[in-house]
Nanobody
Framework: VQLQASGGGLVQAGGSLRLSCEVS????????IAWYHQAPGKEREGVSC???????EYADSVKGRFAISRDNAKNMGYLQMNSLKPTDTGVYSC???????????????????WGRGTLVTVSS
């Protein structure tokens, strides 16, 4: 299984980015997709998750600003990031697991494959 996150970049505070997660080696339709954020010098934390059924969950820090989605036909996951803040800066990575979203977001279940992340830098 391979996961590749993309779409990061440099953006001013208040701006938007759309991240993509390309998954290969499995049929994504049965898997939950989760996004994680690792700020410089900090531990990785769960940001958002979408279940196989399409139910979404978000960390409190991004509720109302981020939107997660998926396209099973393309084996892709997405994270729309709006109203970005400097605290959103860091590496974003994605995971696809047969697990509950609450377990993935809290890292009660740690994904076995994070894939290559994408760097988001939000300037003030």
């Amino acid at each position: 299984v391979q996961l590749q996150a993309s779409g990061g970049g440099l953006v001013q505070a208040g701006g938007s980015l759309r991240l993509s997660c390309e998954v290969s080696g499995l049929s994504l339709r049965h898997y939950a997709i989760a996004w994680y954020h690792q700020a410089p010098g900090k531990e990785r934390e769960g940001v958002s998750c979408i279940s196989a059924a399409g139910t979404t969950e978000y960390a409190d820090s991004v509720k109302g600003r981020f939107a997660i989605s998926r396209d099973n036909a393309k084996n892709m996951g997405y994270l729309q990031m709006n109203s970005l803040k400097p605290t959103d800066t860091g590496v974003y990575s994605c995971a696809a697991e047969l697990a509950r979203c609450d377990h993935l977001l809290t890292l009660y279940i740690r994904p076995g494959n994070w894939g290559r992340g994408t760097l988001v830098t939000v300037s003030s």
